[in-house]
Nanobody, 118 residues
């Protein structure tokens, strides 16, 4: 079972990034998937999730700016992030399963860094 994130980087406020998470070793279509981020000095925070039927969920701080999607043919989870703000700076992880508390999901990627700074 493996999740591998990509697409992070440094961007100016107002910019955009697209994160991807390649899943392997399990039946991707059978699982809800979640994006979680951890800002420096803070605990993990769930950002967005998508269920097996494609229903999407967002934390209030990113709703309207971020869009989660999944490509079941490619076993890939995506997060399009627009109008980025400095407070979006964090290490972003994809996780198998619905949003939980802390690090309770059973499978995680290694994370990809997003830095928003002028």
């Amino acid at each position: 079972v493996q999740l591998v994130e990509s697409g992070g980087g440094m961007v100016q406020p107002g910019g955009s990034l697209r994160l991807s998470c390649a899943a392997s070793g399990f039946t991707f279509t059978s699982y809800d998937m979640t994006w979680v981020r951890q800002a420096p000095g803070k605990g993990p925070e769930w950002v967005s999730a998508i269920d097996t039927g494609g229903k999407t969920f967002y934390t209030d701080s990113v709703r309207g700016r971020f869009t989660i999607s999944r490509d079941n043919a490619k076993n890939t989870l995506n997060l399009q992030m627009n109008n980025l703000k400095p407070e979006d700076t964090a290490l972003y992880y994809c996780a198998r399963g619905p949003p939980g508390t802390g690090w309770t999901n059973d499978c995680w990627g290694q994370g990809t860094q997003v830095t928003v700074s002028s």
